[in-house]
T-cell receptor, first 114, second 113 residues
Framework: AQSVTQPDIHITVSEGASLELRCNYSYGATPYLFWYVQSPGQGLQLLLKYFSGDTLVQGIKGFEAEFKRSQSSFNLRKPSVHWSDAAEYFC????????????FGTGTLLAVQP | EPEVTQTPSHQVTQMGQEVILRCVPISNHLYFYWYRQILGQKVEFLVSFYNNEISEKSEIFDDQFSVERPDGSNFTLKIRSTKLEDSAMYFCASMGLASETQYFGPGTRLLVL
């Protein structure tokens, strides 16, 4: 069965520091992978996605993620974090097929220190 | 930019009451979804809907739940007799044909007392 693991429940970084949020997935075929961000009281906003091709994908707000098949990982990175990046980040894998439901990880809550 | 909208943003109801959560998907999208997020937990798939029928549902989506697309624009989730454990944020999402990307609405926070 498909699953997504986000090992870090909570991360705190200083503003201006680099960020890496980890995501590991379990999926039998080539996965569709997504990162969504949820600000407090808000809905889920798509940051970026990977379907195929270049394994380094660029998203909005200066985020990028790298797909590594050998490690079953899709880690999210940002070179310099801004205070407005404080939010919860969810990695998800699409099940494909007729429904393509999303299976989410448990999320990583990012706090940004001034 | 087109977006998914949901109403109401918040709903408080008594246990045993029926609630209907409404969603307006992006206009040319054909796949529709409901997810829920219990406070402090991950987002869970409830149901997917395509071509006027349910294409997949989770174990959570029991007989108390139903979905409907009553007209060309709305997509609704009905809970017939709410339980305390139905308290959650409910997200609607939609996806276009030949796309693999779902776009989410802002959610409806449901509180069952």
């Amino acid at each position: 069965a498909q699953s997504v693991t986000q090992p870090d429940i909570h991360i705190t970084v200083s503003e201006g520091a680099s960020l890496e949020l980890r995501c590991n997935y379990s999926y039998g075929a080539t996965p569709y992978l997504f990162w969504y961000v949820q600000s407090p009281g808000q809905g889920l906003q798509l940051l970026l996605k990977y379907f195929s091709g270049d394994t380094l994908v660029q998203g909005i707000k200066g985020f990028e993620a790298e797909f590594k098949r050998s490690q079953s990982s899709f880690n999210l990175r940002k070179p310099s974090v801004h205070w407005s990046d404080a939010a919860e980040y969810f990695c998800a894998v699409g099940s494909g097929g007729a429904t393509n439901k999303l299976i989410f990880g448990t999320g990583t809550l990012l706090a940004v220190q001034p | 930019e087109p977006e998914v909208t949901q109403t109401p943003s918040h709903q408080v109801t008594q246990m045993g009451q029926e609630v209907i959560l409404r969603c307006v998907p992006i206009s040319n999208h054909l796949y529709f979804y409901w997810y829920r997020q219990i406070l402090g937990q991950k987002v869970e798939f409830l149901v997917s809907f395509y071509n006027n029928e349910i294409s997949e549902k989770s174990e959570i989506f029991d007989d108390q739940f139903s979905v409907e697309r009553p007209d060309g624009s709305n997509f609704t989730l009905k809970i017939r007799s709410t339980k305390l454990e139905d308290s959650a944020m409910y997200f609607c999402a939609s996806m276009g044909l030949a796309s693999e990307t779902q776009y989410f609405g802002p959610g409806t926070r449901l509180l069952v007392l």
